[in-house]
């Protein structure tokens, strides 16, 4: 039950205390192997000595892989929860000299106006309170010619995202593209990928 909550956007204290240690031991365990695809497709978008932002990064299992297949990128998580946060920072120890989690928000990031080249996001779009809200941020923190890549369920709202970056006219580099990927794990054979760029 605690899972389906989390899979379908119940926030509640999922995240906190308890909670985050259990989603961490199924990130590691469990979707491991769907971070792991993830991360092979992130390390081929992202550009040689990138930064990268990972947008509600958990416990910072995709960090963590992205970090082990390539060791020339700058790696940044933030969550809402500062449990996940200390777990991330937990899981990024070997990986400290280029990789940190802060606590923050996706409408507020705490990051400097064009000090991102990729922002990925995996499994958190359809947890973020105010989807519309997030795009003037991830634009404002987005480098010329960069690129967002929001990997989430079907039912998530990436039409939302879409429809914002018109409306304020950012991230139009090219058209939005939603683009259906296999994990390769039963559990969660597939997600949906959306790529939008500056």
């Known amino acids: 039950m605690r899972l389906m909550r989390i899979l379908h956007g119940g926030r509640s204290h999922v995240f906190d205390g308890q909670g985050s240690q259990h989603y961490d031991r199924l990130a590691r365990r469990l979707f491991r192997g769907v971070y792991r695809r993830l991360a092979r497709d992130i390390a081929q978008a992202a550009p040689e000595g990138g930064a990268v932002l990972d947008v509600g990064t958990g416990p910072g299992v995709l ?103 018109q409306t304020h006219s950012v991230l139009g580099g090219q058209t939005p593209q939603q683009t259906p990927i296999r994990t390769g794990t039963p559990l969660l054979p597939r997600c949906v990928r959306l790529v939008m760029s500056s």
């Open 63 to 165: 960090l963590s892989e992205l970090a082990r297949l390539r060791p020339d990128l700058q790696l940044t998580g933030i969550d809402l929860s500062s449990d996940m946060i200390t777990a991330a920072k937990r899981n990024l120890t070997p990986h400290a000299t280029r990789a940190t989690a802060l606590v923050g928000d996706v409408t507020q990031l705490p990051l400097a106006d064009r000090s991102v080249d990729l922002i990925v996001s995996s499994f958190s779009l359809h947890h973020w309170d105010n989807p519309q809200a997030a795009i003037p941020e991830l634009a404002r923190v987005l480098r010329p010619g960069g690129r967002v890549h929001i990997y989430d369920f079907r039912f998530a709202p990436f039409d939302v995202l879409t429809a914002a970056a």
